[in-house]
Each structure stands twice: as C-alpha cells, then as structure tokens.
C-alpha cells in the first residue's frame, strides 16, 4: 500500500514549489521518485555510486538514509532515483526539508537543491482513547471538540445574520409596493373629483328679438328753488 510521488528536480534550475502534503503518523506508505535534471536535460548517472538522502524536520532533527537508483531494462542506471519515506519522518507536524547527495566511483559529491514535505497534524489522537487515567488526553480532545462547536456556532450566527438581512430586504419592498399602490390610488381620486372634462362645441346663435319702441324726448325746465327738471312727453 504505497503512494507514488514523481518529483523533478533540475540542478541548474532550482523550484521553492516541491511540496509534498502527508498526515502526521504514516508509516512507509509515501514512495518517492525523484527525477533528476541537468538544465533541462537528463542528468547523466552513469558515474553516480550511491544516492543518499538528508531530511531535517520540525525540530532540527535530522535523518538519513539511502536512494535506490532505477535501471533500464539493460540494467543501467537512469536519471530516476526511488526512496520510501520512513515514518520518522511522519511523526511531527511541521516542514521537513530534503536534499540528495550524489557520490561517484572518485569521491565527487554533487547535492541537490532542496524539496519538502509538510506533516500535517491529525484530527485526533488514539492515546486520547487508550489512557483513561492520563487527563491530558481528554483535555487536549475537549479543546478541540470546544474549536470545532464554535467554529460551528459562529457559521450558524452568520448564516442567521443573513437571513435577517434578507426578511429587512423583503419588508422594505413590500412597503415600497403598499406606498406606491396608495399614491397611484389618490391620483385616481383626484382626477375624478377636481380635473375637468374638455370644452364642448358653441351653441347656434338665437333669432333676433322684435325692436323696441322709441324713446320719449325729455322737456327741461327751471323750478322756483332753481333746481332743473326733466319732463317727459
């Protein structure tokens, strides 16, 4: 039951993104083969005695052990090497940063540029489990039961924060709606109590009426208190 990683590594071209992601406690289950590159070609091995691999984990310490180069079906040695991570190396959460060494048959060393593995922390411990009179255990998995509820409550507040949002949004579109109906209401009113109607056509013009009879001439005259009179005749 193994993993197969491929990893390229180029001696002249050196990349910060070789990461490999593992689970705190794996054991042998994580085979890596590394591909070497000498700016973009394949390294020549043919020299190549042995490959050793340097990890220093978490804590500085530092781990060593041996690469197995790959043949071709002739039996020579490729530019691949395989090596199984042991689970020394899986035992501490935290980055662990390799290298290769290359030894040849004269004593020339060539060390490669550095990759990595990231170990992540497991969800539980079984020691929680298996020790019933060790309380650090129990503490340790209460606080993080403890995280997870209110990582648990926190996304229900905001869940409910957003629905209230939404009944606030809903309410004020409905009394917009209520408000415009009420105005649209009043403008009926006023139209059928205050707006008149358009001017009708002129009505025909009436017969003449009979002339009248001519007027009497007044006669003036002056009377003994000196006021003038007008007498008709």
């Known amino acids: ?91 501490l959460p935290g980055r662990t940063t390799y290298t290769l060494t290359l030894n040849s048959e004269t004593a020339e060393l060539i060390t490669t540029p550095e990759f990595y593995t990231q170990t992540n922390r497991q969800l539980y411990d079984e020691d929680d489990y298996l020790s019933e009179s060790d309380l650090s255990g129990f503490r340790d998995y209460m606080n993080r039961s403890l995280a997870a509820a209110t990582a648990a409550e926190h996304a229900k507040a905001q869940a409910q924060t957003s629905e209230t949002a939404a009944g606030v949004s809903a309410s004020h579109a409905q009394a917009s709606e209520t408000a415009a109906k009420q105005y649209e209401e009043l403008i009926e009113e006023q139209i059928r109590n205050h707006i008149k109607g358009p001017v009708g056509p002129q009505g025909e013009k009436g017969e003449t009426g009979p002339a009248g009879a001519d007027g009497k001439t007044p006669a003036f005259s002056i009377n003994s208190a000196g006021h003038l009179i007008a007498t008709f005749e």
Not at 1 to 26: Q, V, W
């Open 1 to 91: 039951m193994e993993i197969p990683y491929t990893l390229i590594i180029d001696l002249a071209r050196p990349l910060k993104s070789n990461t490999i992601l593992i689970s705190e406690g794996d054991a042998r289950s994580r085979r890596l083969y590394i591909v070497l590159m000498n700016n973009g070609k394949k390294l020549d091995m043919k020299d190549v005695q042995t490959v050793t691999i340097k990890g220093v984990k978490a804590d500085d310490t530092i781990l060593f052990g041996d690469c197995t180069i790959v043949t071709d079906a002739e039996g020579q040695p490729t530019n691949t090497v395989t090596y199984v991570l042991p689970s020394a190396l899986a035992d």
